[in-house]
């Protein structure tokens, strides 16, 4: 069943877009992120062009992220202290990352430059994410201890604030640093930057990665909310109808995910995390090889 979208100005499965819409509302409630870092790139592949794919994607983030997060509050495993000091960050962030994407935009480079973000971000994430996560197996599988949480520089900084579901008490300037950097991500690559914000919570900020999960999806409905608002009065690159078909199904996938996520160990968690950022890293590098835009001429011979 073929879909017209008016404002992407391409017509689409409808069944295919319930589907994408419900794996990544499967991820959101499994890893504690948006979701996009995978569908605006599987938007890209099914001819959407890309700034109406990052815009859009933003409303199925939030709808898969509220579902999800809804199950999470019921299992008391979101620190709404740590998601505030977040947000704030991460609403500073958005309104910079949309002024930066509309001039890009008037430039005609929104483009090029999306994909070389995604590539770039996520290749680097995806590694570290990897190595440490084997890393823990390892440690996990010869029943060493686990590496205890050691006082850095994040601990030596002022404005200290109690996290008490997080067990933490720590200056409030690394989440806030982290939250405007993912605002300014969600803005210009229409992610909800959990593939940033996962690992820093758990690695700079030291959070238990069952916290980890609903606090990043707390953070990330008002982010994406907000940077939606923010294309569409902007740059009016959101198309309703997509949205629509996405959040359908990202809200059925959610529920889903949270069950499974639940029932996984932390250290398979983070892995298989690493496993998809760097498979969708890689679908990505290869289109930019393979079908490369043309973005110079090379006629026009001399005269």
């Not at 579902?67 to 947000?87: E, F, N, P, Y």
């Not at 608002?229 to 078909?245: E, P, R």
């Not at 690493?274 to 890689?282: K, N, Q, T, Y």
């Amino acid at each position: 069943m073929q879909l017209y979208l008016p404002i992407a100005e391409v017509s689409v499965n409808l069944f295919l877009l319930l589907g994408v819409g419900a794996l990544v509302g499967m991820l959101s409630g499994m890893f504690g992120v948006g979701g996009g870092f995978l569908i605006t790139p599987l938007l890209f592949f099914m001819g959407i062009p890309p700034a109406v794919a990052v815009a859009t994607g933003a409303n199925q983030i939030v709808a898969s992220s509220i579902s999800a997060v809804l199950a999470h509050l019921r299992r008391k495993t979101v620190d709404l202290r740590m998601g505030t000091v977040l947000l704030i960050g991460g609403l500073i962030g958005a309104a910079i990352g949309v002024y930066v994407f509309n001039l890009l935009r008037q430039l005609g480079q929104v483009d090029l430059l999306v994909r070389l973000c995604y590539v770039l971000f996520l290749g680097v994430i995806g590694a570290l994410m990897f190595v440490e996560s084997v890393r823990a197996l390892r440690r996990s599988k010869r029943g060493a201890p686990a590496k205890r949480r050691q006082h850095g520089w994040v601990h030596g900084l002022p404005f200290k604030i109690r996290f008490r579901t997080s067990g933490l008490y720590i200056s409030a300037i690394p989440p806030l640093m982290v939250g405007a950097f993912v605002g300014i991500l969600a803005a210009i690559m229409g992610v909800g930057g959990g593939f940033i914000m996962v690992p820093a919570m758990i690695y700079l900020l030291g959070m238990p990665t069952k916290v980890v999960i609903g606090t990043s999806l707390f953070q990330i409905i008002f982010v994406t909310a907000f940077t939606t608002l923010l294309h569409a009065t902007t740059s009016q690159t959101v198309d309703l109808i997509l949205a629509l078909a996405l959040i359908i199904g990202g809200v059925v996938g959610a529920q889903f995910g949270t069950v499974v996520g639940a029932r996984l160990k932390a250290e398979q968690l983070r892995i298989l995390l690493a496993i998809l950022v760097l498979a969708v890293c890689g679908k990505i590098a290869l289109e930019l090889l393979l079908q490369p835009s043309e973005l110079y001429s090379l006629s026009g011979g001399a005269s």
